[in-house]
């Protein structure tokens, strides 16, 4: 619903549309290739990145919701493939970060797994502010929030 994922629980929050182009993009030029860079070319710098202004400069609002969901999710199982692909990974190929030094594989793949979790934290406090909203009902039944 239209509606729902273009949700904004307040002005400084995603909205789920925005949330799911974000992980897409995570997912496609963050994480994965982050991870696969530091394992097959430790020596060589990935790309800079601009997560936070790729809502404006990729137009997030303007993007079509069940499209972008279907791409992450051929994305994911593009990256489920990759890492099921390797064979005695070198975990410990490291490279320094500009910002955080020294950095290997297990760094960039336990925050992928730490950064999914902030975002499935996200999308469900959206939706639950947003039932909240539609149904103009008290949920505090259901459990502190």
Excluded at 34 to 63: C, G
Excluded at 86 to 107: F, I, M, S, T
Aim: proline share 5%; with cysteine.
């Amino acid at each position: 619903m239209k509606e729902e994922y273009l949700y904004r629980p307040d002005s400084e929050q995603w909205c789920l549309l925005e949330i799911i182009c974000h992980l897409l993009d995570e997912e496609r030029e963050d994480f994965r290739m982050r991870l696969q860079t530091v394992l097959e070319a430790p020596f060589k710098h990935p790309p800079l990145i601009d997560p936070e202004n790729w809502v404006i400069s990729r137009k997030y609002m303007e993007q079509d919701f069940k499209k972008k969901l279907t791409d992450f999710k051929e994305e994911r199982k593009a990256s489920i493939k990759y890492l099921k692909s390797l064979e005695n990974p070198n975990w410990k190929n490291n490279y320094e970060h500009p910002a955080l030094g020294n950095v290997d594989g297990h760094h960039f793949l336990r925050n992928w797994l730490a950064h999914d979790y902030l975002h499935i934290r996200q999308i469900t406090r959206v939706k639950y502010r947003y039932l909240q909203q539609i149904t103009g009902s008290d949920c505090s039944y259901a459990g502190n929030w």
